[in-house]
């Protein structure tokens, strides 16, 4: 049994969502191709390939890590478990900043870019802006790299470092976003949803989850122009400890905002306080 049409027919049982998706991805094709050519026969290397890759996603590995495909915003971006997985929730984040009322040819800066997502889903739809952004892992680094030489986003930088930690001291920003590890350590929602395989880097921080976004927020005064904006992703429970945090630097039109799923997802803030 090694025709498109077989497998497809026999996963209909076993993964109706992903298995057309994954034996699209075995042989080089988009999904519409498959169900053009459904007397297309696999070779033996290419069925051996595509019942891997359905066991892996059996046993609950993201699909995106087998396709190393995910889309996000308007692009199509490459993932390897070096990344977080781009979250729909997130583009939240990019579409705040959008609304932000900014001057037009404006420093920005991303910290934790992971895949470059967010930077360079922002760098696409506001080609002035000058957009830096950062992570920690040169791996991750590596891709965010080859997704923003992919759609060509030329008004972005990227550089390697700890938080505030990679940048220049000599340059502030008129705009900082990040989307950081935020989960508690031990909290049991990383035994899910695929989260086992992701960068644990990426997903926990400390046993309130905040250790990364409280020095992503206290230091961002240090970094900002006046009247510059912070704007950071977070837990569904996390806005009033967020907030706070925003209060206690000084920021002023502090707001939390919610994502499409109704949850707290992301709290913005202005610097410094204005009467
Ligand atoms: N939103 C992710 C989750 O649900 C967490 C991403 C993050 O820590 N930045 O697991």
């Given at each position: ?35 053009a050519w459904p007397e297309h026969r696999l070779d033996d290397a290419q069925l051996k390939h595509y019942r891997q890759l359905l066991e892996r996603r059996r046993q609950g590995e993201p699909l995106a890590y087998l396709t190393g495909e995910k889309a996000f915003w308007s692009l199509d971006l490459e993932v390897s478990p070096a990344v977080l997985i781009p979250r729909p929730e997130t583009e939240l984040l990019v579409e705040l900043a959008l609304d932000l009322d900014l001057p037009e040819a ?170």
């Amino acid at each position: 049994m090694s025709t498109v049409a077989e497998l497809l027919s026999e996963a209909r049982q076993l993964s109706p969502e992903d298995a057309p998706l994954l034996l699209a991805h075995v042989l080089g094709k988009d999904r519409s191709w498959l169900f053009a050519w459904p007397e297309h026969r696999l070779d033996d290397a290419q069925l051996k390939h595509y019942r891997q890759l359905l066991e892996r996603r059996r046993q609950g590995e993201p699909l995106a890590y087998l396709t190393g495909e995910k889309a996000f915003w308007s692009l199509d971006l490459e993932v390897s478990p070096a990344v977080l997985i781009p979250r729909p929730e997130t583009e939240l984040l990019v579409e705040l900043a959008l609304d932000l009322d900014l001057p037009e040819a404006i420093q920005v800066l991303e910290l934790g870019t992971g895949s470059g997502a967010i930077a360079i889903a922002l760098a696409k739809e506001r080609p002035d802006w000058k957009i830096t952004a950062t992570d920690a892992s040169a791996a991750a680094l590596d891709i965010a790299r080859r997704n923003a030489a992919r759609h060509q986003a030329s008004n972005l930088d990227l550089i390697q470092g700890h938080w505030y930690q990679a940048l220049p001291d000599d340059r502030n920003y008129q705009l900082i976003l990040s989307n950081p590890p935020y989960v508690r350590t031990g909290d049991p929602h990383l035994l899910q949803d695929g989260l086992p395989w992701e960068p644990p880097q990426a997903l926990t921080a400390g046993s309130d989850g905040l250790a990364d976004l409280r020095i992503i927020i206290g230091e961002a005064p240090a970094h900002l122009l006046p009247d510059g904006w912070l704007l950071v992703e977070h837990g569904y429970d996390q806005g009033k400890a967020v907030r706070d945090l925003f209060d206690s630097a000084g920021f002023s039109r502090v707001a939390t905002r919610q994502d499409l799923g109704g949850q707290d997802r992301v709290t913005l803030g202005c610097y410094p306080p204005r009467p």
